[in-house]
């Protein structure tokens, strides 16, 4: 047994910034350590050691495994054909090897623990140098972490509270929400299930920054991924407890910030007791039906990258906190944004904020442009070219329908009479249907009810192609079609009213503009209904038909 001491020797992989920069060498089963003792011993002069200090020194077998035996490294050393410490690649795939084969495979052959597996004897091992005071617990980052000041970041051992979000009754629950909710794409739902299998502990307490103070320990501030949670519940009541941003305005309840208490908010968002004779029973009644009235959460919208953690988050507090009646019923997850297909960034010079786009491209154009760019999880992209054509085309549109509008007062005055105005042609008023009309007026209906339901899926994509590119190629086949006899003016003033209601959500000011300059309507755009009279469902035999004719036609 050697008893003179420990020698410290150069080794070239070890990093001096990582735990003490020393390292225990095993050379039987790392090999990383073998090619180090192995390079010693060839070259001592260019490592300025003395020969004396390696030379009687051969890897010691500390566990067996079925694969490579008690000599781990020197086998591997010799199979990947490792020459020496600079062979970082393959050593990188030896350590890999080795580590795993002897952690899951392996049992020890030397020491009290000979015979044992090696994933037991670890633990034994570790608790027993802890309890003899021969080693104490130490934590790292897996790799290197910059704050965003630019310094290096270290562990602290300091004391935590966690939430338990993997308890597995709470997770039944959490499990039990998500299949109820909407989460608008099967991407999303997959990513949810995948992190309620995982998430377990989450530290939840900090000492400083913004948040609310962890109500047992107020020194401390509980995070922001878990402390946001459920803040949209506030939103049901801010309008009764103050006028103003800051609160300083009291609102027309007259409660004040003292008298809501923890008995207080547990009355209102928790349906509890109030203690009797509360002084502010009558108007903390009205608190909470409002807040009844307005919760659930309708729809959560946020990024992708929050459905690790704050999301789910979002989810596990309110299932532990509310009644099923009031768990959020969807979560809307959406992708970053890039610029003309480029990531954006202030140093590249690929930068565009929300203030410069509306300056360059008008807010309806640069509206158009981002719900033209994506709606699923995958990074949407704004094309300056987009909202460039949109000018143009909101400008041609706008054009058109002031021609239209000229066409239709004129029918309007002459029922029975042809009517033109510029680029548009009218048939008589009184004119009955042809089936070139009913064709129209069929597709029609099935784009607005496309356009409906994509509104309602939040998909503001779908809602632009069916309700404004599709639209727009369907006048212009109906005005084609129908050159030599006309278009009819009811089915034109329905089109003109569908297209500007159709497209009011992503363009208002534009469709205000036309809504009531061009088209005389008394009232906002923003107090029209959506379309009442649209079939059940496409009248797809007719529009077949009319497909049928104009591939007919064509051919003729």
Not at 199 to 205: F, K, M, Q, T, V
Not at 388 to 414: C, G, Y
């Amino acid at each position: 047994e050697y008893k003179d001491g420990v020698y410290v020797l150069p080794m070239e992989n070890v990093l001096a910034t990582k735990g003490t920069g020393v390292v225990t060498s095993v050379p039987s089963d790392s090999p990383d350590d073998y090619a180090a003792l192995r390079d010693l011993k060839k070259k001592p002069e260019y490592y300025n050691i003395d020969p004396k200090w390696v030379e009687a020194f051969n890897p010691i077998a500390v566990l067996s495994t079925e694969a490579y035996g008690e000599m781990s490294a020197p086998t591997l050393c010799d199979k990947l054909k490792i020459n020496s410490q600079k062979d970082r690649v393959q050593l990188a795939e030896a350590k890999e090897a080795a580590y795993k084969e002897g952690f899951y495979s392996g049992t020890m052959s030397i020491g009290e623990f000979k015979g044992l597996p090696v994933q037991v004897a670890k633990q034994m091992v570790r608790a027993q140098l802890i309890e003899c005071h021969d080693a104490v617990p130490y934590a790292e980052p897996e790799g290197l972490v910059m704050s965003r000041s630019g310094d290096e970041c270290v562990v602290a051992l300091c004391d935590q509270w966690y939430i338990t979000y993997g308890e597995e009754a709470w997770k039944a629950l959490t499990k039990k929400c998500l299949a109820q909710l909407n989460t608008y794409s099967d991407d999303t739902r997959t990513q949810f299930e995948a992190k309620l299998d995982w998430l377990n502990e989450w530290a939840c307490a900090r000492s400083f920054g913004l948040g609310s103070k962890v109500p047992w320990e107020e020194s401390l501030v509980i995070e922001s991924l878990s402390d946001s949670t459920i803040y949209m519940s506030y939103y049901t009541v801010s309008h009764l407890l103050h006028r103003s941003l800051d609160g300083s305005e009291i609102g027309p309840l007259g409660i004040t910030a003292e008298d809501m208490d923890y008995f207080a908010w547990d009355y209102v968002l928790l349906g509890k007791d109030l203690p009797s004779g509360h002084s502010k029973a009558a108007e903390l009644a009205e608190l909470r039906r409002s807040y009844l009235y307005w919760y659930p959460v309708d729809i959560r919208s946020s990024a992708k990258d929050l459905v690790q953690n704050h999301l789910t988050f979002f989810m596990y507090i309110h299932t532990a906190m509310f009644p099923e009646r009031e768990w959020p019923r969807s979560i809307r997850v959406n992708g970053h944004l890039l610029l003309n297909s480029e990531k954006m960034s202030k140093s590249t010079g690929n930068s565009l904020s929300l203030r410069e786009a509306c300056d360059r491209y008008g807010a309806d154009a640069t509206r158009i442009a981002l719900a033209v760019a994506g709606d699923s999880m995958e990074d949407a992209n704004f094309e300056e070219e987009t909202a460039e054509a949109e000018i143009l085309r909101l400008f041609n549109l706008k054009e058109w329908v002031t021609d239209a509008l000229v066409a239709l007062a004129a029918s309007e005055k002459s029922p029975s009479e042809e009517t033109r105005a510029e680029s548009v042609f009218l048939c008589p008023a009184s004119a009955l249907f042809t089936a070139l009309d009913r064709v129209f007026d069929a597709k029609m209906d099935m784009y607005t009810l496309a356009t409906g339901a994509a509104y309602e899926a939040t998909m503001y994509r779908d809602a632009l192609k069916n309700g404004m590119y599709e639209f727009l190629n369907l006048r212009d086949w109906y005005r084609e079609a129908s050159a030599a006899t006309g278009m009819h003016p009811t089915l034109l003033r329905k089109w003109i009213n569908r297209q500007v209601i159709q497209l009011c959500p992503v363009a208002p000011h534009w469709c205000e503009h036309v809504w009531r300059t061009l088209m005389g309507n008394t009232t906002s755009i923003m107090n029209a209904r959506w379309p009442t009279d649209l079939p059940a469902d496409v009248d797809h035999a007719l529009i077949a038909a009319g497909d049928y004719m104009t591939k007919l036609t064509k051919s003729v």
